[in-house]
């Protein structure tokens, strides 16, 4: 596990309080904020970026959401998010503290942007699982953060479990090996709530539907309540988080659950899904968020 001081993280030394008693916690995946090869305009782009259009419709969106705690999926190590940290300020969203945590993947990540101040990041790189013939780590890591507000301490995992893409005849879709790194982050979550106690929220593109083993595991070890997933809906009531063209289906991948303890309630008692004219545009999931209100405890 790699732990990582909050000075070398943060571009910021600047400390901000919370405005009010409502903090929004927002979960992404802005579909490669990277250079991979890919279609551009009719055409196929060999180690390109995300194309201009795209980044301009995602700082649209993020402009209207303003999240405070923002976690993102898909990712790049170096240059990018400092590029979309610097452009969102830019236009009027200053999120000062950010981290990208670093797991096998060599190209897609888990990472953070948030108005908060974190207490504490760790990546918990450490998390191994057998399957087939070999040992693996759970391919993204697990970030951890931990945050405090009105006095008190809680928690954000932010996760991206195994894509349905799979180099194993074995397992054509990679549900074992999406089971298996949800059974390693829940077995990690679990020893670290027996430690510290502190409440939390699991945020993350699980890219599995919700009552798939990977998405029921990470709720519930037999009998006992891990987290519970939020139910999140659009303007138009509709809960899908994914659009997948090549099929033409629309299903819900991402996820924000909230640990039995929570302190704060949820302000609407539900979770948002953004469903602006900016939503696909920008990437092929739609963010999700919740209104953590700190007056109203549940």
Not at 114 to 143: N, Q, W
Not at 258 to 271: C, N, Y
Request: aromatic fraction near 10%.
């Amino acid at each position: 596990m790699l732990r990582v001081g909050i000075g070398i993280i943060c571009i910021c030394l600047l400390t901000l309080s919370v405005r009010g008693e409502v903090l929004r916690v927002a979960t992404y995946n802005v579909r490669n904020y990277l250079e991979v090869n890919r279609w551009v305009d009719g055409k196929y782009r060999s180690e390109f970026p995300k194309p201009e259009i795209e980044k301009q419709a995602m700082r649209k969106l993020l402009l209207e959401v303003r999240p405070d705690v923002l976690v993102l999926q898909e990712m790049g190590v170096g240059p990018y998010l400092s590029e979309l940290q610097s452009d969102l300020r830019e236009e009027g969203l200053d999120l000062p503290f950010k981290y990208v945590a670093v797991g096998s993947d060599d190209d897609r990540h888990v990472a953070l942007l948030s108005r908060l101040e974190p207490v504490e990041i760790s990546t918990h790189t450490d998390l191994l699982f057998d399957y087939i013939d070999e040992t693996l780590p759970v391919k993204r890591g697990m970030m951890e953060v931990v945050f405090q507000t009105q006095g008190l301490k809680w928690k954000v995992f932010g996760l991206h479990l195994k894509s349905k893409w799979s180099d194993f005849e074995e397992d054509p879709t990679s549900d074992d090996r999406r089971r298996s790194e949800a059974l390693a982050c829940r077995k990690r979550i679990l020893e670290l709530q027996q430690s510290d106690g502190l409440p939390f929220l699991i945020l993350g593109d699980l890219n599995d539907s919700k009552l798939t083993p990977p998405v029921r595991l990470l709720q519930s070890r037999g009998k006992s309540e891990v987290a519970t997933a939020v139910d999140a809906f659009d303007s138009r009531g509709e809960r899908w988080t994914y659009y997948y063209s090549n099929e033409e289906t629309y299903s819900r991948i991402d996820y924000i659950l909230k640990s039995p303890d929570f302190p704060a309630g949820l302000k609407g008692g539900q979770g948002w899904i953004y469903d602006g004219p900016a939503a696909l545009e920008a990437s092929d999931h739609r963010l999700v968020w919740v209104d953590l209100d700190w007056g109203v405890g549940e």
